[in-house]
Structures are given as C-alpha cells and as structure tokens.
C-alpha cells in the first residue's frame, strides 16, 4: 500500500510498505484524512525521543472501517475517527480510568506505523464513530480538537474568566475556542506568524502579535491590572514561560500546555508569593474524544479554518515543508 514514510531527519518520502492485517479484536481503516501535527514536526526534526525511522508517521486521522475481527461494535462502512493512544491497562493511571497519563504511554504514528498510509490497523476499543453531519476533514481533527477539550477542562475555567494563550498554533486555536464555548469571556492569544493571528480573529479571539505588543500589558489593561484568570501556555519558549506568570493573576491558574524542548527558567517566588496554581496537560481520554464529537457534530466549535492544505501522500516531502513556514500553514491534512 501507499505510505509517507519517515527516512531520516528531514527526510520523508513517498513509498509502499505491506498492508496491515488486522488481528483479534483490531479494525482495518481505510485511512480518509490524515493531519501533521507538533509531534511530527518533532519526529521530521529528528528530535523525538522514541520515534525510529523508518516510520510511517500520523496520529490524527479519521477513515472508514474495511474489516474487523472479532468486533462487535463497529461494522465495515462505518466513519471513525481514531483514539491513537496505546496503553498498558495495568498501571495505577489506567486502573484509576486514567489511560491517557498510562505509565508506558505509547501511540499510534510514534511508536508503530500511523495514517500517513491506505490503511491502518487499530484496536477497535480506540475508534469514535463520525456522525454524518462530521465530514472526513473534520474527522481529522478530532484528536487535537479532544486535546483542547482536555486542556480547557484542567483549567477549570468558569463562567466569564479571562484568558491569554501564548502560541497560536492549531492547539492553541483550539483551546481559544473550546474556552469561549466554555463560557470564557475576553480570550487573548499571542503569537509571531500574522497568518495565525489573522486567523485567531476571525475565529473571534483578540490577537496579539507578540513582536509588536507584550501581551501582559494588553491584559493589565483589559483587567484594570487583575491579570488574567486563565493562562494557557502553548509556544513552550522562554519568553512565554516568563509571560505566563507575569500576565496570571493573584490566585489564577496555569496550564502548561507545550513540551519545553529546553527546561525553562520559571520564577516560582513569584509564583509563591501570589498563590499562583500552575499544572499540566497530556493528551486526552476517550470522553474528551467523545465531547470533540459533540462539539463537531453541533456545530459549536467549526475546525475547518485550521485546515490550511489538503495534499496528497505523493506530496509528502511538500507538506511538511509548508508546515514549517508558519507563515503559510496551520494544518495540513493527507488524503491517501
């Protein structure tokens, strides 16, 4: 079958590989979109600490079911999106339901081959079905659309809350939507790439370009110099590990959202001396996935905006190109 596969740092290429045959309670997909995510710019990089090359990357992507064995919850034909997360089911974390935290959390397109190919195989306790008012492109996206789901509710945002992101990325722009769907009021989001902040207003957020204006000060003079209630911290660069603390408000809560390739510099006194709650976020369990749908299939939270090309796997090498000019790309979708 057709696949993109992952040769060496920046190095990805169109190729064949064998299709998968699905074993005992796994479902075939014929994969339908597949999405370039932060991870696998990460893996492109050469920088992941597990991927291994050769590698068929892709761990967000939706596709319809070829075959199944032993499964009785989905048929052939039916439209899924895929929970890519492969878990252990006996450490404390996945006896506590908490799967997605798993000691030896591995995934789909890191660890084994993903959807950047024809077909994929899955466990089929991994698969949410896609509504029909869901198109394949949207499918795509319900795997970072379930991580802002996440990431928004361990921030136990209320009702009316400020808040400021730092990075405009697709998660970024998720959260930024999933938190006014939440009821957040005023949402400030940074970033560098004027693409990304154009499309941050037109998804109704108040974009700061961090190269012009210093997002504290627009939310000091937004909260009449409160802070904001919520701080989503998304770039994972130095400059945003001060801004996080520097733009919260006494008693306001941190999300850390990013990877920091680099342990950064983090003024805890300041932190202390204003009780300043800061915690963390992974990925994102099945009922996160299950509400993306909800979301999706009510029309509360549209994605498309994100989707900036659709390429073909034949344009492997082009796609993550693009992807590294933020200037041109949000999300880039495969269509096998």
Known sequence: MKAGIFVA???????????????????????????ICGTDMMIYAGKHP????????????????????????????????????????????CRAGQSHVCATLRCIGIDRDGGFAEYVSVPADHLHRLPDSVSDEEGALVEP????????????????????????????????????QAGAGKVFISDISPYRLNTARQLGLTAINAREADITEAVMDYTNGVGADVVFEVAGTASTAKQMISCIKTQGKIVVVSVFKEPP??????????????????????????????????KTV??????????????????????????LSLKVLFHP
């Open 50 to 93: 597990r991927a291994q090359a050769p590698l068929v990357m892709g761990h967000e992507f939706s596709g319809v079911v070829e075959a199944v064995v032993n499964v009785q919850d989905f048929k052939p034909g039916d439209r899924v999106a895929i929970e890519p997360y492969l878990t252990c089911g006996k450490c404390a974390a």
């Open 265 to 298: 510099a983090i003024d805890l006194a300041a932190m202390h001396f204003r009780e300043i709650s800061m915690t963390t976020t992974r990925c994102a369990s099945s009922r996160d996935f299950a509400t993306a749908i909800q979301l999706m299939e009510e």
């Open 302 to 327: 549209d994605v498309t905006p994100l989707i900036s090309h659709k390429l073909s796997l034949e344009q492997i090498k082009q796609g993550f190109e693009v992807m590294e000019n933020t200037e």
């Open 145 to 180: 659309l379930a991580v802002a789901v996440h990431t928004v509710r361990r921030s136990d945002l209320k009702l009316g809350d400020s808040v400021a992101i730092l990075g405009a990325g697709p998660i970024g722009l998720l959260i930024g939507m999933v938190a006014k």
């Open 9 to 35: 740092a920046k190095t990805v290429q169109p190729g064949t590989v064998e299709k998968p045959v699905p074993q005992d309670g796994q479902a075939l997909i014929k994969v339908a979109y597949g999405g």
